[in-house]
């Protein structure tokens, strides 16, 4: 069964610095794996996808993951955070070409600080 | 123009009643979906369809029944609500069967079952 796993319930960083947002997922062939966020009161927005090619993807608002096959992770980074980035973040996996079979992480709380 | 629109965004009511959530879509998309997000933020699909037609259907209790009368709307009308159903609902859309895998999301509905 596919599943995924983000073991960072709650990350606070200085609005400037770097960000990490860690992604594991378990699943039996080539995944298909997106990242999402909600801001507060809000729908999820699709921020990147991955499903072939180049391992590091760009997506919206200025945000990059990497996929590593032998590490099964898919980690969504930003150089600088802004405080408008702080939101929730869910990192999804699924069949490749398909969105019917999403199977969504617990999400990362991301909190920035001025 | 919203893209995924739900009505009502707020409902608060008691142990036994029935409710119903409406969801439009102006995208042409042909896939529509419900999800449940619990109070954890958990993120779990509930039914898919394609075309008014039924595709998925998780184990949801037999009082949530959706309904589709075109490929624009996609109902959710939940009968003798419990406790447990308190949650926030989304309704989401995507490309005939998700082949591009991006997921558009409502705001979301938040159901309180006092």
């Known amino acids: 069964a596919q599943s995924v796993t983000q073991p960072d319930i709650h990350i606070t960083v200085s609005e400037g610095a770097s960000l990490e947002l860690r992604c594991n997922y378990s699943?039996?062939?080539?995944?298909?794996l997106f990242w999402y966020v909600q801001s507060p009161g809000q729908g999820l927005q699709l921020l990147l996808k991955?499903?072939?090619?180049?391992?590091l993807v760009q997506g919206i608002k200025g945000f990059e993951a990497e996929f590593k096959r032998s590490q099964s992770s898919f980690n969504l980074r930003k150089p600088s955070v802004h405080w408008s980035d702080a939101a929730e973040y869910f990192c999804?996996?699924?069949?490749?070409?398909?969105?019917?079979?999403?199977?969504f992480g617990t999400g990362t709380r991301l909190q920035v600080t001025l | 123009d919203t893209a995924v629109s739900q009505t009502p965004k707020y409902l608060v009511t008691q142990m036994g009643n029935d409710k119903s959530i409406k969801c439009e879509q102006n995208?042409?998309?042909?896939?529509m979906y419900w999800y449940k997000q619990d109070s954890k933020k958990f993120l779990k699909i509930m039914f898919s369809?394609?075309?008014?037609?039924?595709?998925i259907n998780e184990t949801v209790p037999n009082r949530f029944s959706p309904k589709s009368p075109d490929k624009a709307h996609l109902n959710l009308h939940i009968n003798s609500l419990e406790l447990g159903d308190s949650a926030v609902y989304f309704c989401?859309?995507?490309?005939?069967?998700?082949?591009?895998?991006?997921?558009?999301f409502g705001e979301g509905s938040r159901l309180t079952v006092l």
């Open positions: 699943y039996g062939a080539t995944p298909y």
């Open positions: 989401a859309s995507s490309r005939a069967g998700g082949s591009a895998g991006e997921l558009f």
């Open positions: 369809y394609n075309n008014k037609e039924l595709i």
């Open positions: 991955y499903f072939s090619g180049d391992t």
């Open positions: 995208l042409g998309h042909d896939t």
């Open positions: 999804a996996v699924g069949p490749t070409g398909t969105a019917s079979k999403l199977t």
